[in-house]
């Protein structure tokens, strides 16, 4: 247990983090204590047992929590783009929360995202945000934008020498996830690849040997931490699986600290992030 007097000083922290008063405002805060546009390319050699059909080798990368508005930051957006792209990836991943409360503006952010090149395409679930801003409406400005989005359901990706199976399901938090329904006609021997935007939802999905890897964000990695302590706040179905990797059975989880900020726009000892794997795939998983 945390004495009461540290956990309110760690909850003061938490409020002061996003003001003047505890760094200064000045340029050295934002860009040295803060991070918040200090992007990390974390990069991962990563070996899954993904299917006999499945391609023998590809680059994916993983960006989600952009959370355009309220602070609309149109350059640092692009500049993420830029980044994906000089990566040269054969498959981009989107982990939701596009928005955060508003979607007047989704079309301006969907238009920066057109511009990402991956090899084989852009696929995407939808977060709570943009569940509770308007669901619908950001789904179609994504797909007109080239993102295709994966409501409890998968797909099949071709990639150089294979076929990749994606699959998304909704928001737990604030839509309907059923897997059951996004792994309809998957044949026996397949293994997929799911993006679920909340990442504790693992534990519904890891007995499932169909499942290869899960992608996920939500939590910002904490988006605030404390050495020795770790992160400030987390939200529901984000408290267990921080970021990073986790495994789970025949499931491996990844957790993505995402590329924007909500209600505190700082960021201490957690940069945000784009994820980088370079998969190899060893064939059929072993009985």
């Not at 938090?173 to 993006?195: F, M, N, T, Y």
Request: proline fraction near 4%.
């Amino acid at each position: 247990m945390i004495p009461h007097s540290r956990r309110a000083f760690l909850n003061k922290l938490a409020k002061l983090a996003g003001t003047p008063l505890l760094f200064g405002g000045g340029a050295f805060g934002y860009g040295s204590l803060l991070e918040r546009h200090r992007v990390e390319i974390e990069r991962h050699n990563l070996k899954l047992a993904l299917g006999a059909r499945a391609p023998t080798k590809f680059r994916a990368l993983t960006l989600g929590d952009f959370h355009f508005d309220p602070l609309y930051e149109v350059d640092y957006v692009a500049k993420c783009v830029t980044l994906a792209n000089s990566l040269k990836p054969d498959v981009i991943f989107l982990t939701g929360d596009y928005v955060t409360g508003k979607s007047d503006r989704i079309g301006e952010f969907a238009g920066l995202l057109a511009k990402l090149s991956p090899r084989s395409g852009i696929y995407a679930c939808l977060g709570n945000h943009d569940h509770w801003a308007n669901a619908a409406k950001i789904t179609s400005e994504l797909e007109k934008a080239g993102v295709q989005t994966l409501v409890n359901q998968h797909t099949r990706v071709k990639c150089a020498d294979g076929e990749l199976v994606v699959a998304g399901l909704q928001s737990v938090w604030a839509g309907k996830p059923e897997w059951s329904q996004a792994a309809r006609g998957l044949r026996s021997d397949d293994r997929a690849v799911i993006l679920v935007h909340e990442p504790d939802y693992a534990h519904t999905l890891c007995e499932d040997r169909r499942i290869a890897l899960q992608l996920s964000g939500h939590t910002h990695g904490g988006q605030v931490r404390v050495p020795l302590y770790g992160a400030l706040r987390l939200p529901m179905w984000g408290r267990q699986f921080q970021s990073g990797f986790y495994d789970l059975d025949a499931l491996k989880l990844h957790v993505n600290r995402g590329i924007g900020t909500i209600t505190f726009h700082v960021r201490l000892f957690c940069p945000p992030e784009i994820s980088c794997f370079d998969i190899t795939n060893t064939g059929v998983i072993s009985a």
